[in-house]
Every structure is written in C-alpha cells, then in structure tokens.
C-alpha cells in the first residue's frame, strides 16, 4: 500500500473523527458521574456509521488501516475518555477474529460492522500480568467444550452481546496451553458476578464473569485449539497502539483544559502567564503531545505500508510513552489549574483519574518496559539510526 494511500485515509478519518467527537463532549461528564454508558452516545455512534468506518477493511482489502482506527481513537478520548475506550475494546475484539479466518470469525465481524459490541476477556483473579496463571478451563466434548471459570475487570460487561474469551485447554504452563472462543453473553451458565467501581473510565464498564459449565459448540473457538496464546500476543501488537492513541487524546484533553484556565483567568486572580514556570509546564506539554502523537503515527503508518504487525517492542514503546505522556500532562495541568483542578465541576479532575488507568490496562507499563528491555541486544543499531530507518528496517517481536 503506498504512502499517499494511507496518509489519505487517514487525513480523511481525523476530519470525520473530530467532527463526531464534539457531540460527545456533553456526555463526557454525566457518564462519569453516573458510572454508566450513555445509551444516547451508542445511537450517535450508530447514527453517525463509526462502526462501519472503524471496522472498515482497508483500499488493499486486508485488515483496517492501524492509523485510521488510532485517528478515531485520539478525536474521541479528547473529549470522551469512556467512548474512546469503548471503540478501543471493539478494535482489539475485532483484531483477534481478523487473525482466524473462519465463517464464525467473518460472520462476528460483520456484526460488528453493524454495532454488536463484543468483550475481550482474558485477565482472571490469578492471572493479570502472568497470562499463563490462567485458571480457567475449556474441557473438549464431542460436540464442542464446556468451559469453566472466572473472568476479572472486563471492559463492556453488561453491554457486550458476545465475549472473546481465553482458556486453557491444556493444563501445562507451555505455549499451545490456551485457545480462544466466542461466547454469547446469554450462554446458560455465563453470568456477570460484579461490576465494578472505578476510579477513572467510570463511563465505561468493567467487571467479572463467571463460568459454571457453558458449552460452546467447536465452531465458536476462534483459531485452532492451542493457538490462543498466538492469537492473544498477535492483537495485543495491534491493540496497544490504540491505548496510546486514547492517551494522545487524553493528553491533547489536559493541554487545552490547562490553556482555558490559563485564558479565562479574572483579573482578580490573574495567573502570571509570563512567569517562567508557568510557560515551561505548558511548553511541557505541548512537546510531550507532540512527541507522543509523532510516535504513534510513525508505528502505525509502518504496520499499514507493509501490512504487518508490528513489533511487540513497537506496540510496547507506544503503549508505555504515550500513556506517560497522558498521567504527565494532566499531573502538569492540574497543578497549572490548581485549585479549579480539584473541583468535581472540572473536567480535569476526570482527566486527571482517567489518565493512571492508562499506565495500568492492556498490560502495566512496567511490562511493556520489559518487551522492550528483551529486545535491548538488537535496539543498539536502533538508536544509531535515524527511526525512520529503523522503522523501514522493521524487526519482530
Ligand atoms: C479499567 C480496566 C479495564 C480492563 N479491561 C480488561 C479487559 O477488557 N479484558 C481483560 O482481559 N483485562 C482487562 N483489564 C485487566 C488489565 O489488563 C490488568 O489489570 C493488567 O494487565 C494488569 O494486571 P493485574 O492488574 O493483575 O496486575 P498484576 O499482574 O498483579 O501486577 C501488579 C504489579 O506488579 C507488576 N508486575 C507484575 N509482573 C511483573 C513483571 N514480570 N515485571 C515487572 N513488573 C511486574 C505490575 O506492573 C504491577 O505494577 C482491565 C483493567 C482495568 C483497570
């Protein structure tokens, strides 16, 4: 796919994104007040086709463009943390059943087109960060499996007519231990035990499940048995661009909001914008966004131009900087806003509590760092380079 393919499609999709995501704006607030996902903001979505546009394949006819779907993800957590989220989950659902490429797997995606929303379920009380601690078991019968166990902090419970979920189907910690499955929400013996309440995202629901003997018919495993770990570490390489495009977003949030307070300030309490100290926070995070969106794109556009996934260590460093980026910036604009930070009318106590879920989900950035640290032997020539080099060199996870 060339160049000019791609920075077309994704001139395009900013435009579009940025002009739905102003509707959003007034629902940011009263869903994080209510912890509950405005059913007026699915119908916009629905309205206005961002399913269909985000799940689109792309010119070349091959998976959606990686760049696209961050361009939606950024316009949306800029005004709406909780929807980002929600489009953010469905990219990273809609990965997975990209990489099988069975009927069920087709059939799934083109509901999603249409707006099911799915939840991707692998995190479990012992098994958050180890993935292989997983506990939850998938037992082959003759005509499918009948899965048991539990499911921790899943985004879009309650909301999802259909969970991707991981078990194993193996009871040795290798490899091929796991497989992946489509499980319909109303599966008898599926049920959400609790919802939980959060700190940040409060729009957005999370929660567990619980798996008391639910059969699932063959042809609802997505891949073949004992591909699951394969197919987990595959879409996080494509979904953790997508937290740093939430985190872009929710950066691009506490800049402006800093920038309000700093432009709407009364004259009996002016605030020095001339002071140095007060440029050089605001310069701060002006260059850290900047940087941040830079990396991002450049990770993406790589992954769209050669159609490959890209490097685990990419996916990481784009996780793990941007998320950064995101906790920094809306620390520096609440201590610009100072005391109009702290009141519960100020959207940047929002931002502020949002932003720390992004270092936490979609794996700890401490784990991203070790991605990346695996990778430090083949890094040296990386960092002699220019990185738009190394990014037309590539490399692997
Ligand atoms: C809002 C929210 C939504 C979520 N949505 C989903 C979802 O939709 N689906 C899903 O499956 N999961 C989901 N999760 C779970 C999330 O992915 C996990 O919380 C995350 O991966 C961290 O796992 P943990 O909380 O068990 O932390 P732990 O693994 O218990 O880690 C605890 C601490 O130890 C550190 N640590 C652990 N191992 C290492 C190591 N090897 N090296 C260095 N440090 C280490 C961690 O960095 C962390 O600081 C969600 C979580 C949140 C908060």
Known sequence: MSRETVLRALASARSDAEAIAVELAPHAERMDEQERFAPEVLELLARRDVWGRLHHRSAAGLRPLLSVQCAWVEAFAARCTSTAVLIQSQGTVAHSLALSSSSQARRHLAEMREGALFGWALTEPEAGSDVLGMHTTAHRTRQGYVISGEKRFITNVGLAGHYLLFARTRPERVNDALSAFVIAADAPGLSVTRVERKMGLRGSPTGDLSLAEVFVPSADRV?????????????????????????????????????????????????PREQQGVGHLLARIATDVIAARALLYAIAERADLTQTLPPMWHSAAAKSFCSDVAMRAADHACSLAADRAVSQSSPLQRIFRDAKILQIFEGTNEIQRNAIARELPNLAAEIESAFELSLERGGDA
């Open 223 to 271: 891949g073949k048995e004992g591909q699951g770990l394969e197919i987990m570490l595959n879409t996080l390489r494509l979904s953790r661009p997508l937290i740093g495009a939430v985190s872009v977003g929710v950066a691009r949030a506490a800049y402006q909001q800093a920038r309000d307070v700093l432009a709407n300030h009364d004259e009996a309490r002016a605030i």
